[in-house]
C-alpha cells in the first residue's frame, strides 16, 4: 500500500490550484465553475416564458455567466445542477421555473404558488449534461390572471448552479 501526501494539485498550463487538502482533510475545488444570480425588477407577462433578469452576481467562479446575455456557458463538457426560485405578486395561481439549454427549454417545474406575504414562491432544480460552449439560461412563466411583478430580494428571487463531474 502506498500512501501520496499532497496539499495542492494545479493545473499544468497555468499553475492554478485545481484542488487544496487542508490540514483537516477536507477538499476544496476553488477553480470549479459555479454561479448565483440575482434578479433585478422585472414583470412576468401572463401566459408568455421570460428570461428572468438575472444580472446580479452573489459569486460568479470563473466568470462562465453572463450578466448581460444572462446566461452561462459551459466551460468543459459534463453534468450540471441548476436551481432557481422566483417570488412573484400572485398567490394562486400555478407558475414554473424553467432552464434552457442552447435556447430549448428542457425542463420545468410547474408549482402553485406557496402563499406569504401576498405573493407565491416557484423553484426548480434539476441536472444538466452539456458539452463545452453549451448555454444555459432560466425562465419563469405565470401561467394565467394578471401579470405578476418579480420581486427583486436577492433571498427570494435568485438561480445558479455548479458543475458536479
Known amino acids: 500500500m502506498s500512501t501520496l501526501k499532497v496539499g495542492t494539485i494545479q493545473d499544468h498550463a497555468n499553475g492554478n490550484n485545481a484542488l487544496v487538502i487542508d490540514s483537516g482533510g477536507r477538499v476544496t475545488e476553488p477553480a470549479k465553475p459555479q454561479w448565483k444570480i440575482t434578479c433585478g425588477a422585472q414583470t412576468l407577462t401572463t401566459a408568455t416564458w421570460t428570461l428572468m433578469n438575472a444580472n446580479g452576481a452573489v459569486y460568479n467562479i470563473g466568470s462562465h455567466y453572463n450578466t448581460s446575455t444572462k446566461k452561462f456557458v459551459c466551460p468543459v463538457a459534463g453534468v450540471y445542477y441548476v436551481y432557481g426560485q422566483w417570488f412573484g405578486s400572485v ?6 421555473s424553467s432552464f434552457y439549454l442552447n435556447g430549448t427549454r ?6 402553485l404558488g406557496i402563499s406569504a406575504n401576498g405573493g407565491g414562491t416557484y423553484y426548480g432544480s ?5 458539452a463545452i460552449n453549451d448555454e444555459i439560461q432560466w425562465y ?6 394578471s401579470n405578476v411583478a418579480i420581486n427583486n430580494n436577492s433571498n427570494l428571487t435568485h438561480w445558479g448552479g455548479y458543475l458536479i463531474g
Open 106 to 111: 428542457i425542463y420545468e417545474n410547474l408549482t
Open 140 to 145: 419563469g412563466y405565470h401561467e394565467q390572471g
Open 126 to 130: 434539476t441536472t444538466i449534461q452539456c
Open 91 to 96: 398567490s394562486s395561481n400555478r407558475g414554473i
